[in-house]
């Protein structure tokens, strides 16, 4: 089920998440200070091409905390934004609703991406 749910999750809204990550990754490498916060979106662009079946865990320190303000600043809110808007648009219908929700699962991972973990969901 995980499966089909990520292929119809790439068709509707999956892949235009995802380029969103990859846009910002390349242009957090151009700087070479800003390579290791690229190298995090090129991570977390994985979980914005097959989020079904993957959890977020948030942790952190100090560091992850102030990494996270310079990058709300200079590209979460973007991320956010967008993946709030495809969310909204999908939750209109009955069933985009779980798609929807997948993209506020996304939005949230755009504003707070360092210090967050993703996991697998282990069904019995």
């Known amino acids: 089920m995980r499966m089909l749910g990520n292929i119809f999750w790439i068709i509707f809204g999956g892949f235009l998440s995802a380029l969103g990550w990859i ?23 994985s979980i914005s091409l097959n ?10 320190g100090a560091v ?9 600043i200079f590209s979460g809110i973007e991320l956010a934004i967008t993946n709030l ?3 909204a648009i ?5 069933v985009g609703i779980p798609f929807g ?20 969901e282990h069904y019995l």
């Open 51 to 60: 989020p079904f079946g993957k959890e977020v865990e948030y942790g952190g």
């Open 90 to 94: 999908l939750c209109v219908t009955i």
């Open 101 to 120: 929700m997948q993209f506020f699962k996304i939005a949230k991972l755009s504003l707070m991406p360092f210090g967050a973990q993703v996991t697998r």
């Open 23 to 45: 846009a910002a990754g390349c242009l957090w490498c151009i700087t070479i200070v800003g390579i290791p916060i690229g190298k995090q979106c090129f991570k977390l662009c």
């Open 85 to 87: 808007a495809l969310g």
């Open 64 to 72: 992850s905390f102030i990494v996270n303000i310079l990058w709300i």
